[in-house]
């Protein structure tokens, strides 16, 4: 690690309260997005998740982790729309 005080989702300045309201926004967004059919509890769970998965993909690229509440939210939104993406690939589903 680089001597940064990470938060929840390993992401500087985001405790727990703030993880979940970030996360059932990026998750409402990314099933708004999706056209998916989910209930609250998924989209928080779905924009956690799709924090890790973003997050992780930014490393991979060689980015810096998402800093602040829009950066974050912007990553947890694009994660959650991948998280669906490879859902329905994985299933076969389609869009509605």
């Known amino acids: 690690m680089d001597g940064t005080t990470y938060g929840v989702l390993g992401q500087p300045g985001v405790g727990y309260i703030?993880?979940?309201?970030v996360g059932g926004v990026a998750g409402w967004l990314a099933e708004k997005l999706m056209r998916s059919d989910m209930g609250v509890?998924?989209?928080?769970?779905?924009?956690?998740?799709?924090a890790f998965v973003g997050n992780f993909l930014l490393q991979q690229l060689g980015y810096a982790r998402a800093t602040g509440l829009l950066g974050n939210l912007v990553v947890a939104t694009l994660g959650a729309v991948l998280v669906i993406?490879?859902?329905?690939?994985?299933?076969?589903?389609r869009a509605y």
């Open 18 to 21: 703030m993880a979940i309201v």
């Open 41 to 50: 509890l998924a989209n928080i769970v779905l924009g956690i998740i799709g």
């Open 85 to 93: 993406l490879v859902y329905r690939v994985a299933t076969g589903r």
